[in-house]
């Protein structure tokens, strides 16, 4: 077949489908939406398959008690996460006290190093960065790095209409919570200290520091940079002199 004309039957095609897209959009309604975050607590261990090759390995237990779904406090779960120092003794702590990762298969170590890392980067974006981080369709259709999709259902509860997310361990609640974030417009920022990995909610425009103990050491810092670079100065002069 010609393929110029293979090529014009698509483009026809696609002009129709924009068409169609264009007289029946989507339509939006605003209802409450619940995240119910709970999760099944699981064995973990970390194991090495090859030499310096590490991953998590978790084990729903088989009785009852593995589907006992534990709620939990997701803004702390997200900041014991972004605390982590990329040490698999904390991880594993980590995922022993919170439970289910989301995951059947082993999961390499690096994945959860490589989320933390755009958890933290995506936060301190601004809105339409983050957006496109969590978005299905975010260049060309092709989904962000933090997309995720959930199963929303339908529930009418306390006399009102909702929708009810299902997530189903640490890594989709912690995609939640940054979703959760943007939908009430948080901003985060980056401590200014250099040197400190901590971020911190912008609720106050002129807060650089993520905590009073920090800004003083900040301070601290910069006396020092000030009197090295003084000392300097006055070193620099007195050989020229010489
Ligand atoms: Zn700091």
Same mark, same amino acid.
């Given at each position: 077949m010609d393929l110029r004309y293979l090529a014009k039957l698509y483009k026809s095609e696609m002009d129709l489908l924009a068409r169609e897209r264009r007289q029946h959009p989507p339509q939006e309604i605003l209802v409450p939406m619940k995240f119910p975050l709970s999760i099944p607590k699981v064995k973990s261990e970390i194991l090495e398959v090859k030499k310096d090759d590490w991953v998590v390995r978790q084990v729903k237990e088989k /009785?009852?008690?593995?589907?006992i779904l534990h709620p939990f406090d997701v803004s702390q779960m997200r900041k014991d996460f972004l605390s982590l120092k990329h040490q698999k003794s904390e991880l594993l702590t980590f995922l022993n006290k919170y439970?289910?990762?989301? /995951?059947?298969e082993p999961i390499p170590v690096s994945d959860f190093w490589e989320l933390q890392e755009l958890i933290l980067t995506a936060l301190c974006l601004g809105p339409k960065g983050r957006g496109q981080l969590l /978005?299905?369709?975010?260049?060309?259709?092709l989904p962000g790095p933090l997309s995720v999709q959930f199963v929303a259902s339908f529930q009418y509860e306390d006399g009102k209409p909702k929708f009810v997310i299902e997530t189903e361990g640490c890594m989709h609640a912690l995609v939640a919570s940054v979703q959760i974030d943007l939908a009430q417009e948080r901003k985060y920022r980056h401590c200014a200290r250099p040197g400190c990995e901590e971020i911190f909610e912008v609720?106050?425009?002129?807060?650089?520091?993520? /905590?009073p103990h920090c800004q003083t050491l900040h301070a601290m810092q910069r006396y020092r940079d000030r009197k090295r670079q003084r000392m300097a100065k006055i070193k620099g002069r007195k050989a020229r002199v010489e």
């Open positions: /009785s009852w008690k593995g589907h439970g289910w990762w989301g /995951s059947d /978005s299905r369709r975010m260049f060309k259709g609720k106050k425009r002129e807060k650089t520091h993520h /905590s």
